[in-house]
């Protein structure tokens, strides 16, 4: 009981204290918060006083910097934006009548790819529109075949350029651009008993889908060699290639050639254009 008695008074002494000091200790915030107000304002004051009399010129230096352009920045986009898809070694292989073109070309960039259009430069014309592409990281071939005057080919013009960034790529190519070649034959016009008549050479082969996604079509250059030189060039389209699936496919070639020593295949498909897919 006593304890309590004792407890009962401290809080009757403070509640007594606070009654009786109450008016005294609003004064003393107001006049703490008066202080605060009469310093915050002299510091304004002074900034605004030592910002535009005294250091008038160094003030205006820096609102100048402030709204002027930044360079910086403008290169600093211009440094991330993808580089030009470079052109290098333009060649022409000379068909029944025309000409076929074959042009190498390099995207330097490991993140972005594009899609384009493009026309060769033959003397003061151009050829026919084609549609192309070129993934991250990549040198590869675009062709047009049968292309008159193209002898005379000096450039390739690209338009509709679009680039767009891709980071996960290696991922997606190792996923998706699986496809094997088997039993490849090249079979020259004398074995075929058209020698004579007309030069047709043939090339035969079976691709096989080896990925887990079903193509719509794949497009497939192929590249004759003889001496290690690339001597003629075609495409063709697969069609339908589902996964899993082997096909057979024939390409002719409507001209003369030297003897081949061998056949390459290489698969031209935008693995990251979802219209080259199957629907099903």
């Given at each position: 009981m006593v304890n309590e008695d004792q407890f009962y008074e401290k809080?009757?002494?403070?509640?007594?204290?606070?009654?009786?000091?109450?008016?005294?200790?609003?004064?003393?915030?107001?006049?703490?918060?008066?202080?605060?107000d009469v310093s915050l304002l002299a510091y304004v004051f002074y900034s605004l006083s030592l910002n535009l009399v005294i250091k008038q010129n160094e003030y205006n230096a820096i609102l100048q910097d402030l709204s002027a352009p930044n360079h910086d920045f403008g290169f600093l986009r211009q440094f991330n934006l993808p580089p030009a898809i470079s052109v290098s070694n333009i060649q022409t292989f000379p068909g029944a009548k025309d000409y076929d073109i074959a042009a190498e070309i390099s995207n330097p960039s490991l993140k972005w790819f594009a899609t384009f259009d493009y026309q060769f430069k033959?003397?003061?014309?151009?050829?026919?529109?084609?549609?192309?592409?070129?993934?991250?990281?990549?040198?590869?071939?675009?062709?047009?075949?049968?292309?008159?005057?193209?002898?005379?080919?000096?450039?390739?013009?690209?338009?509709?350029?679009?680039?767009?960034?891709?980071?996960n790529y290696a991922k997606l190519v190792f996923e998706k651009f699986k496809f094997d070649f088997k039993n490849v034959k090249y079979i020259p016009s004398a074995e075929l008993g058209l020698e004579q008549k007309v030069p047709v050479n043939r090339v035969s082969f079976e691709i096989e889908n080896s990925s887990a996604y079903n193509y719509s079509n794949v497009i497939l250059q192929l590249f004759l060699k003889s001496n290690g030189q690339v001597v003629a060039?075609?495409?063709?389209?697969?069609?339908?290639?589902?996964?899993?699936?082997?096909?057979?496919?024939?390409?002719?070639?409507?001209?003369?050639l030297p003897k081949i020593e061998s056949v390459e295949i290489i698969p031209d498909v935008n693995i990251l254009d979802p219209n080259v897919f199957l629907k099903l």
């Open positions: 809080q009757l002494s403070v509640s007594y204290w606070y009654v009786t000091h109450k008016l005294l200790l609003k004064n003393i915030l107001i006049i703490l918060l008066i202080v605060f033959l003397g003061e014309k151009l050829s026919a529109v084609r549609q192309g592409f070129i993934m991250p990281g990549e040198k590869k071939k675009i062709m047009d075949l049968s292309v008159a005057d193209g002898n005379l080919v000096t450039n390739v013009i690209f338009s509709h350029v679009n680039w767009q960034k891709e980071i060039i075609n495409q063709v389209p697969s069609g339908i290639l589902q996964n899993g699936q082997t096909k057979n496919l024939e390409v002719n070639f409507f001209q003369r």
